[in-house]
């Protein structure tokens, strides 16, 4: 069997013309109109379904709007061997990918993993301190019941001297009776308006 043939990347420039394309269609559709152009006039000319367009010819066709698209875009095509072409406007900045360097990133990882391990260790004398901390709360809570206790007899005591004491208990309805009074007050001009209809 003889080896594939790997097809070496083809880099094209065109001028692709879109004002022919984005005057067929109402101004509100235009700026997609002319992305649709450009991906139809590269699938044409380099052969090919799969076309992606890059960031840069993407932001140029849609700068002023998709009522105003460029008449014309200049393009930097590439297709690589497996039948992808990428389109980016010519003297548009090439993403640059840094390699990262194996050797460090292995090194600082392991050093990483045993403090980390640490911190997990640590985590749980917090917990354990927390936890005492709670269960002295807990503890003093059960010792203050008592004082509780007292209040209860204090509220008693106060009932008592109020069945003793009759005078006390009429004040307290007369607290009671004085937001009465002013919606009696709230109720008043009502009744005076009532009179003056029987009158005529």
Not at 155 to 176: C, D, H, I
């Amino acid at each position: 069997m003889a080896k594939k043939e790997i097809q070496p990347t083809v880099k094209r420039v065109y001028n692709v013309p879109l004002r022919k394309e984005w005057l067929k269609v109402p101004r509100y559709k235009r700026s997609k109109k002319a992305v649709k152009a450009l991906k139809e006039f590269l699938m044409k000319h380099m052969k090919t379904d799969n076309v992606k367009l890059g960031r840069y010819v993407n932001e140029l066709v849609w700068k002023h709007g998709i009522r105003n698209p460029p008449h014309h875009v200049k393009v930097e095509v590439e297709k690589n061997a497996e039948g992808m072409a990428f389109a980016e406007l010519i003297g548009a900045p090439k993403p640059v990918v840094p390699e990262p360097k194996k050797g460090k990133k292995v090194e600082e990882k392991k050093d990483a993993k045993p403090e980390a391990k640490k911190a997990k260790r640590e985590e749980p004398d917090e917990k354990e301190s927390l936890e005492a901390q709670i269960e002295e709360e807990v503890k003093k809570d059960e010792q203050k019941p008592e004082p509780a206790k007292k209040a209860a007899p204090k509220k008693k005591a106060a009932a008592k001297k109020e069945e003793e004491n009759p005078e006390e208990q009429k004040k307290a309805p007369a607290k009671k009776a004085a937001p009465e009074k002013k919606e009696e007050k709230r109720e008043v001009p009502a009744e005076k308006e009532e009179p003056a209809e029987d009158k005529e």
